[in-house]
């Protein structure tokens, strides 16, 4: 084995988590250096956000084009072909995949190929590469959960979904989730008969019931069996799923089985032999600036098994970095972490339903607003809900452009705004802004185009 590297930062895993805080840390003025067991840029960017939301971009062209009528213009024939999104997507993941290669080069940060096992606290191996540091982040990200009923031939999960060249005729996809219903939309509108088996009383269960009503109702084509638990899973010519619903058993069959029921976090070697805390759903347990309980060692992302988005990764990654720069201050705040979802329509949220007395709330339909009408969408609302005080508490968007707006929204949970102090800006007309706007004069009764 070759003499340890010194570093003062060490990185293992350069999803968004990992990478941010390799970046962040070399801006900083530390020696940094990261491994990668497979391509920079994570599941986000090659086996997740990124090709997702390439094949969703596709679709609404599609969409939009199939309307071009009702736009008034003549009639267009676009059909989309797996074959052509697949090689868009990897034009684009190439393309995001060299620009974080370069970023990292650029800043100084040495990369190491291959998987990091720790060998101390402050000790790894890559391969045969030795290095020590006195800060290791640890940002290894997360895999699909795939429950032994599952362990039939040819299943796929998200790890596979997007080598698909061509659409099966036939979709059965457990899990009604964030990457379940995406995947829904996606494989519906590229021809498949599309089956959504879940196990909760409806699709979406994290978000408010009035979401997952708008979405049933937006995707007409697709089948939804809710409150289902699979017992028995089958491959012969096709696939067959058995569910025990609250109506008896069911079979449904399809060509394909896509397997959206989560996911876990990847530890990395030798970090139970050192001790490392765990959280009873098995990712890494972090204090509020991301510290475990091994000195000097931080994880960030997916890893810490909760919260599983890449902007949460990016962000705990400035906080550690932080932390291990001194600034002892900075705790990463969960209070407003937007959540999003690419269907038609979008739906984002952010911030917490409380129930309770005095609470006030604000609604408004996209189809009352002017900039959706020019858009030849009607589907989706806003809702604002605030505090007894009038403090804006949490906000719910099923609208186009929901995962746009949400941003401005969390500013204000963020910064628990009063719902005048959100309403002081002048709003540009006509713009999708205004669904928030018009949501948020609800509240005061002030709506005045509310129907
Ligand atoms: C289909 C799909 C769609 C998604 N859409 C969105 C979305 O729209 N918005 C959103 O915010 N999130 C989305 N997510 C979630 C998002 O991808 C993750 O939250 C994010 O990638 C987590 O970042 P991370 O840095 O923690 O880990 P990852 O991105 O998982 O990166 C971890 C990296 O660590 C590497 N690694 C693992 N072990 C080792 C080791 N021992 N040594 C070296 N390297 C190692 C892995 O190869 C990987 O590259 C989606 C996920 C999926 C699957």
Known sequence: MNTPHHYDLFVIGAGPGGYTAALLGARKGLKVGIAEGAQCGGVCTNRGCIPAKSYIESIGLVIRMANAQRYGLDPVTA?????????????????????????????????????????????????????????????????PKRPALFDVPGLMTSDEVFDLRSSPASLLIVGGGVIGMEMAHIFSHLGAGVTVVEAMERVLATEDEEVSRTLVSAYRKIHFVTSARVVSVEKNSQYSLTVE??????????????????????????????????????????????????????????????????????????????????????????????????????????????????????????????????????????????????????VTIVAPHATELISWASLAVQRRL???????????????????KEAAEDVLGLSINKP
């Open 418 to 436: 009063s719902v005048e102090e959100f309403l002081a800006p002048c709003y540009p007309h006509p713009t999708m802004a205004e669904l928030l």
């Open 79 to 143: 059909s989309l072909s797996l074959e052509n999104l697949h090689r868009r997507k990897t034009r684009i993941v190439t393309r995001l995949v060299k620009g974080i290669e370069h970023l990292l080069s650029r800043a100084g940060v040495d990369v190491y190929p291959g998987y990091a096992r720790f060998t101390g606290e402050h000790s790894l191996h890559i391969g045969e590469a030795h290095v020590e540091a006195s800060s290791i982040i640890i940002a290894t990200g997360s895999r």
């Open 245 to 394: 619903t609250p109506s008896g058993r069911q079979t449904l069959i399809g060509d394909s089985i896509l397997l959206c029921v989560g996911r876990e976090a990847v530890v990395p070697n030798g970090l139970s032999e050192l001790g490392i805390a765990l959280t009873p759903a098995g990712g890494i347990l972090v204090d509020g600036t991301m510290r475990t309980n091994l000195p000097g060692v931080y994880a960030v992302g997916d890893v810490t098994g909760a919260h599983m988005y890449a902007h949460v990764a990016s962000k705990e990654a400035q906080v550690a970095v932080a932390r291990i720069l001194g600034d002892t201050t900075r705790t990463m705040d969960y209070s407003a972490i937007p959540s999003v979802v690419f269907t038609h329509p979008e739906v984002a949220s952010v911030g917490r339903s409380r129930d309770g007395e005095g609470r006030k709330t604000g609604t408004f339909p996209v189809s009352s607003l002017g900039r959706a009408r020019t858009m030849d969408e009607s589907e989706g609302f806003a809702t604002v809900l605030c505090s007894p005080e009038g403090l804006m508490e949490r």
